[in-house]
């Protein structure tokens, strides 16, 4: 009752020195979540480092960060979209210095192209006595080093949201 779960699962390539913003609906009441995910390919290596941004802005936040048009209207049948840099560090300032929006930064993943790499940040929740639930982001990720100049990534992710208030009850008749 107290946790929100997003799952997603991702294909997708990644142009390089662009970031890839998913969305991801609504975890807690009249806010939106989303990710965003940041590639970055070592030179001479097989190394690759994704840095990810967990965030929920509140509605009335999406318009000023300009999300009402990237995340909002990605590609036919798709909930993620590619930014150029520029603007994923536009859009992280804007995020870390609004304090109506929740920021979850994960540390980076360092992975090596076509070997998987697994990363959870828990945040602990005491149920009851008996019981405890991990929030936070979790993140499979296998990074593939594509032959026109992209990265794909195959992206299994989860974000376990805890709620700061009690989830209505349904109401009965």
Known sequence: RWVRKWNFNLDVNIPRDQALIQSGGKLTPGKQAY???FPMIFADSDQIKIDSVWFEAPDEAIQNLGLNQTAASPPPNSEHHCISKTEAEALLRQLFNDVTIKVVKTPGIMASFGREAIYSMSDPIIIDSNRQINAGPTIKILPVHADDNTV????SAEWKV???SAPEEPRSN
Not at 152 to 155: A, K, S, T
């Open 35 to 37: 990710a965003l995910f």
């Open 152 to 155: 794909q990534l195959i992206i």
């Open 162 to 164: 805890r709620l700061t």
